[in-house]
Structures are given as structure tokens and as C-alpha cells.
């Protein structure tokens, strides 16, 4: 598990850096990951996780074992302009990162860290806003060339369900008839051997 995060966390630094993120905000952003992942696998019932507490992401690549504590104090201190950081911190929340607020009655507290940062990101400061009309991610989502292409309908049945519907039709028709001769030649000769 360790060596795929590992190398999952690489290729990710290798993009960043083609990309228009500065190392700044991806290292901010990778401590998001790291937090979320350390806390999601020491939570879990996985086996080995007596072996990831010993080396926990966070404190290989940050020297740290505070993250449930500095992913809200590097959250906070991100700027408005650092969205793709802020996204990856709402979508570690999202995924179910507590932290610090793991007590009984902090649900109340993450629900509105997390609405805040979904307001922040959506630009909007007056209540949740809707997201029937918001895209959350924009680069998610398809080119407008690629989105304007027209649907092709879709077929109510794929090749394979109209194969397995006609092969057994098809299989009886032809040994109906091969029967049908076979037996009506036998038929033939034993009314022929038979003295009337």
C-alpha cells in the first residue's frame, strides 16, 4: 500500500510541475493528501496498520505527527487565490477527514469548515450555494468542443444480450430441422416394413 501512495504522490509531483501550480500550494496540498490518507488507514480495520503508524506519511515527507492538527492550521491559511489547494482540502473533508475534530459533537464544526470552504470556493458568501449551476471542479469536466458534440443514441440491447437471445432461437430452429428430416425418412422406411 505504501510503496502504490508513494508512487501515486510522485507522478502527481512530476504533473505538478508541467502544470500552473506553484510548489508552494502543491506542497500544501500534498499535506491535505498525506493527513487524509494516514488517518483514513489508521481508522481502518486493515491489519497493518500497527506498520503504517510507525511511518506515517506525514511524518516521512513533512517531520511531523501533528497533521490532524495542521491540516486545519494550513487551511486556514490559505489564500483566496490558492484554489486548487483549498479544493484538495474540501475534498479531503469530503472524504471524511476529522483531525482534530474527531470528539463527539465536532460533526457540527466539520460540516460548517466544510461549507465555508465550499463557499469560498464557489465565490459565493450568502448560505450554501446551489450546485445545480456550479461546477466544482471545472477541469473535471469535458472541453465545450467535446460537450457540444451531439449524443449517439443508444441502443436498448448490446451485442452480447442479442447474441445470447437469438443463439438458443437459432439452435432449436436448426435442430428442428434436421430432426424433422432424419425422423420423417424413418418414419418412412418403418411404414414401408410394416405389412398393412
Request: proline content about 4%.
Amino acid at each position: 500500500v505504501k510503496a502504490d501512495v508513494t508512487r501515486l504522490l510522485s507522478q502527481s509531483e512530476a504533473l505538478s510541475r508541467k502544470g500552473e501550480v506553484s510548489r508552494e500550494e502543491f506542497d500544501t496540498a500534498r499535506f491535505a493528501v498525506c493527513a487524509w490518507v494516514d488517518e483514513a488507514i489508521l481508522s481502518s480495520p486493515w491489519t497493518q496498520r500497527n506498520l503504517w503508524q510507525r511511518e506515517q506519511l506525514q511524518r516521512i515527507m513533512y517531520n511531523t505527527t501533528e497533521a490532524g492538527e495542521e491540516f486545519f492550521d494550513r487551511m486556514n491559511a490559505l489564500g483566496f487565490h490558492q484554489r486548487e489547494a483549498r479544493e484538495v482540502y474540501y475534498l479531503c473533508l469530503a472524504l471524511g477527514f476529522m483531525g482534530r475534530h474527531c470528539h463527539a459533537g465536532d460533526d457540527f464544526l466539520l460540516a460548517q469548515l466544510k461549507s465555508s470552504n465550499l463557499q469560498v470556493l464557489l465565490g459565493s458568501s450568502a448560505g450554501i450555494p446551489s450546485l445545480d449551476r456550479a461546477e466544482l471542479f471545472p477541469e473535471g469536466y469535458p472541453a465545450e468542443a467535446a460537450a457540444a458534440a451531439p449524443a449517439q443514441p443508444k441502443s436498448g440491447f448490446s451485442l452480447f444480450t442479442v447474441l445470447c437471445i437469438a443463439a438458443p432461437v437459432v439452435l432449436f430452429g436448426v435442430l428442428f430441422l434436421i430432426y424433422r428430416f432424419s425422423l420423417s425418412g424413418l418414419g418412412d422406411n418403418l411404414l414401408r416394413t410394416v405389412p398393412y
